[in-house]
C-alpha cells in the first residue's frame, strides 16, 4: 500500500468521487502533464500473482491511446502516469503508477481523425535479462545484499517492505554467468513470493499466501 494523506483517505471513504489520470512524458509535474483532454486510454498491468507460481520477476506492462502531442515523443521516452481523487473542488495529491520505458509507438489508423497514436511500455524489470555484474561485494553475500546491488544495476531502489521480508540470511555463492532476473527468481522462491517493481517504482517481492521459506 502506498503512503496516502489523510485527505485521500477522507475522500475515498465516500461514493461520491472520481479519478483523474495524469501521464508525464519524460521529466515534469503531474499537475502538467497529459489529462483526460488528451488521454482516451490508459492501462497497466502486472501478472506477479497470475497462476499461482513462485520465483518470477514480473515485468509490468502499460498501454496508452492518446491524442498526438505538439511536443516530439523520444523513442526512449520514461512514461510515468498518475492518479488522484477529486469529489468537488477538492483534488488530493498525486500518486505515482509506475515508470515505464516506451517500446513501441505507432499512430492509430482513423480515417476520421489521424490525429492519434498509441504507446507501449515495459517497467524497468525488462531490463533484468542482462548478465548480472557483480561490485564491491565480498561472496559468498547475503540475499539482501545481492537484492540491493542488482536493484542498483537496473537503476531502481529497493521497497522498504522487500528488506523486511528478505531478512533470513541466506548465503548466496557469487552467481557468475547468471541473468539479474534469473538470480532474483531464484531468491524470490526462497521467500515464497516474486519480483515486481511497485506503483512506487521500487523493487516489490510479493508473497503468495501461506508462502514461506526454503
Not at 557468475?176 to 521500487?202: H, Q, V
Amino acid at each position: 500500500m502506498q503512503q496516502t494523506s489523510d485527505l485521500y483517505k477522507r475522500l475515498v471513504s465516500g461514493l461520491d468521487y472520481t479519478t483523474e489520470t495524469s501521464l508525464v512524458i519524460g521529466t515534469g509535474d503531474p499537475d502538467n502533464g497529459y489529462k483526460h483532454d488528451m488521454l482516451m486510454t490508459l492501462k497497466t498491468t502486472n501478472d506477479v500473482l497470475g497462476s499461482g507460481t513462485i520465483g518470477k520477476v514480473a515485468v509490468g506492462e502499460i498501454d496508452i491511446e492518446m491524442r498526438i502531442p505538439d511536443d516530439t515523443i523520444p523513442y526512449q521516452a520514461v512514461l510515468r502516469p498518475y492518479i488522484r481523487v477529486v469529489k468537488g473542488t477538492e483534488k488530493s495529491e498525486w500518486l505515482p503508477k509506475g515508470e515505464f520505458l516506451l517500446d513501441i509507438r505507432k499512430p492509430v489508423r482513423r480515417t476520421s481523425d489521424p490525429g492519434y497514436i498509441k504507446l507501449h511500455g515495459y517497467d524497468r524489470l525488462i531490463t533484468a535479462q542482462q548478465e548480472y555484474k557483480p561490485s564491491g561485494m565480498s561472496w559468498p553475500a547475503t540475499d539482501i545484499q545481492v537484492v540491493s546491488n542488482i536493484a542498483y544495476q537496473l537503476g531502481i531502489v529497493v521497497d522498504p517492505r522487500t528488506t523486511a521480508i528478505i531478512n533470513r540470511g541466506y548465503s548466496i555463492p557469487e552467481p557468475l554467468g547468471y541473468a539479474c532476473e534469473e538470480i532474483l527468481g531464484y531468491i524470490a522462491a526462497m521467500y515464497g513470493g516474486s519480483f515486481c517493481i511497485g506503483d512506487n517504482r521500487c523493487l516489490l517481492l510479493v508473497q503468495l499466501k501461506g508462502g514461506g521459506g526454503a
